[in-house]
């Protein structure tokens, strides 16, 4: 099972409010990911990261940011909480030594009352 | 832009019963990598394929790449209640740098 975390793995919180969502991976793995996912539903990619000091949007726009300040580090805020935030957030890395097969964390199921 | 289309959305089979899960790309694919995500789970890699026409096995699951290299399939031999989740296929175009284009998912359920 690959080494990749997230916190926290559940999380209510009322609109308005900033979260933070933490992830990291012990791998040492360049290249990082966020994807939002709603329950069965498709993964949309919302940032992605090449290394230190980089960050890219993805595919979905989203209202989040993310920094990459440590390689096992890429946490994700929202500076103002809304209801449409709610939905599972997924964390991911990938590595060239490994055909860059993403290894997902465990998720952050978000709500917003 | 770039997609991954996969079908079905759903799958619902009898215990023993195979199961086939299908994508395609408009365009040609560097390489092509499946996923499985259990209910309530994040998704684990299953395999990569990379090369035209390349076919895999993993016990009973069976990947195909095609010779175009845009279209992929994942058939599952004699389903059992432990192969229930969402499968997804995810493209890469851009070679080792690129980043993956996920397809829908196939919600496979299996009836004991």
């Known amino acids: 099972e690959a080494d990749i975390y997230q916190t926290p793995r559940y999380l209510v919180i009322g609109t308005g409010k900033k979260i933070t969502l933490e992830c990291s991976q012990t791998?040492?793995?360049?290249?990082m990911y966020w994807y939002q996912q709603d329950p069965g539903m498709e993964l949309h990619l919302i940032h992605y990261?090449?290394?230190?000091?980089?960050?890219e949007k993805g595919d979905l726009s989203s209202e989040s940011t993310v920094s990459r300040i440590r390689t096992e580090h890429f946490p994700l805020t929202l500076e103002s909480a809304r209801p449409s935030h709610t939905s599972q957030y997924l964390c991911?890395?990938?590595?060239?030594?490994?055909?860059?097969?993403?290894?997902f964390g465990p998720g952050t199921r978000l709500t917003v009352t | 832009g770039q997609q991954v289309m996969q079908i079905p959305q759903y799958q619902h089979v009898q215990e023993g019963e195979d199961f086939t899960t299908y994508c395609n790309s408009s365009?040609?694919?560097?390489?092509i990598q499946w996923y499985k995500q259990r209910p309530g789970g994040h998704p684990v890699f299953l395999i990569q394929?990379?090369?035209?026409?390349e076919v895999k096995k993993q016990k009973r699951l069976t990947f195909q790449f095609g010779e175009a290299k845009k279209n992929s399939s994942l058939h599952i031999t004699a389903t059992q209640t432990t192969d229930v989740g969402t499968y997804f296929c995810a493209g890469n175009y851009g070679g080792s740098q690129g980043n993956l284009i996920f397809g829908k998912g196939t919600k496979l359920s299996v009836k004991p």
């Open positions: 990261s090449y290394g230190v000091n980089s960050t």
């Open positions: 394929l990379v090369k035209s026409g």
């Open positions: 991911a890395s990938s590595s060239p030594g490994r055909s860059y097969e993403q290894y």
């Open positions: 791998m040492g793995h360049d290249k």
């Open positions: 365009t040609t694919l560097s390489n």
